[in-house]
Structure formats: C-alpha cells, structure tokens
C-alpha cells in the first residue's frame, strides 16, 4: 500500500499541489468546520461523511441513523480533488472508525475523464488506508441525476470500477445507491429530485438510507 501511495502522489498529487494557488476552493467551508470544531470536536470513532452536495445538503442526516456517531462534513459541489486537498484538515483528525465518500458527480459534471476520477477516488482511499489503517472505507455510488443525463455512460463506468476495486480491499464497501433510484426503465425517478434535477428530496435521502444503513458501523 506505501508503494500505490508513492505512485499515487507522484501522479496526482504532485501536479494537484503545483497548481493549486492561494485560496483553493471551498476555504471558507474548511474553516467553518474547523471554528465548529474548536467549540465542540467531535468524538474518535465517529463516522466520517465526506464528499459534495449530495452529503451537504443532508443536513439532518443523523436523524435517518439514529444512534449511529457520524460526523458530516460534505462541502460545496465539491470534487474528489478539493476532498484530496482537505484530507489533513477534515478527515484524518477525527480519527473516524468509518470513512464514507460521495464525491466524483461534479468531477464528471466538469468533463473529467472517468478513468481519472477513478485514480482520483483510489489517491483518496490510498490517503486514508496509509493514516486510518483500521477505518472502514466505503464510496457511495454516483447517482443519475435527470440534470446530467450526458454523463450517465461516465457514471457506470466510475461505478462498475469502483465497485470491483473495492471488492479486491480489505474493511471497505462500494454502496449501491444509484439502482434505487431508477425506474423500470432504468431512468432517474424524475419524483425524487429537487426543481434543479439535480440535489433529493427526502424521498430521495430515504433511498439513500435504506442502502447505506446495513453498511454503517454501530
């Protein structure tokens, strides 16, 4: 794991690092997490949501998990990129026993080759397994939204690979939540979408919990 690492960084990082420049995406976000942080930090061993809009906008996720320590910290429309920069700010202090990613929608929506947000998602997971050796790590598959029909045959790609690679690593999960969503025909349940076609309705959330729950660690 400390050689795809290396390789990793060498690829991906590396370049991310050079072109970032001063007041990298989503700032303000980190540091807000950060002062909520200093007044109450939350405990180690939580579960740690991580990703874009989707986990944003889930504002009362923890009343859909009961009793479960999660800790969201979803932000913007982020990018698996931008969660790559934050990794040593709002994901490895927690310490959190379980890691669960929704993140690659915008990098798809902003014409990043599937292969790429694939070895981004591995770079993140390589992040996280080298600094958590014992946390959990589930990714949570892309969804369909009706906004971004043009990206459907990305999706699948990122989601079958995905898929087969975590079923190769060790304590980590590829999390269905796309086929739930879909009808009969296999189309996005236009119902379950907010006016924008893009974020859920509580409907939409509802899915989401039914697939996730029976991954979540108590």
Avoid at 114 to 123: N, S
Wanted: charged share 20%; glycine share 6%; net charge positive.
């Amino acid at each position: 794991m400390k050689t795809l690492l290396a390789i990793l960084v060498l690829t991906f990082l590396l370049p991310l690092a050079l072109k970032a420049g001063p007041g990298p995406s989503y700032w303000n976000e980190i540091q807000a997490f950060k002062r909520a942080d200093s007044i109450a930090f939350p405990a180690a061993n939580g579960i740690l949501f991580i990703g874009s809009s989707s986990f944003t906008k889930w504002t009362d996720v923890k009343e859909y998990f009961p009793g479960y320590p999660i800790i969201n910290r979803g932000f913007g429309g982020s990018t698996l990129e931008d969660v790559i920069r934050y990794v040593y700010d709002i994901v490895l202090p927690y310490k959190p026993k379980q890691v669960v990613v929704y993140c690659g929608d915008n990098d798809l929506a902003h014409d990043v080759p599937a292969d790429e947000v694939v070895l981004r998602f591995k770079t993140l997971f390589a992040m996280i397994r080298t600094n958590l050796p014992h946390a959990r790590i589930d990714f949570v598959s892309i969804k369909k939204s009706p906004s971004r029909a043009k990206f459907y045959a990305a999706v699948d790609r990122v989601n079958h690979t995905l898929a087969q690679f975590l079923k190769k690593q060790p304590n980590a999960d590829y999390i269905d939540v796309t086929t739930g969503m879909l009808d009969a025909s296999g189309q996005p349940r236009e119902e379950l979408f907010l006016p924008d076609r893009l974020h859920m309705k509580p409907a939409g959330y509802a899915i989401w919990k039914t697939a996730m729950l029976p991954y979540l660690l108590k």
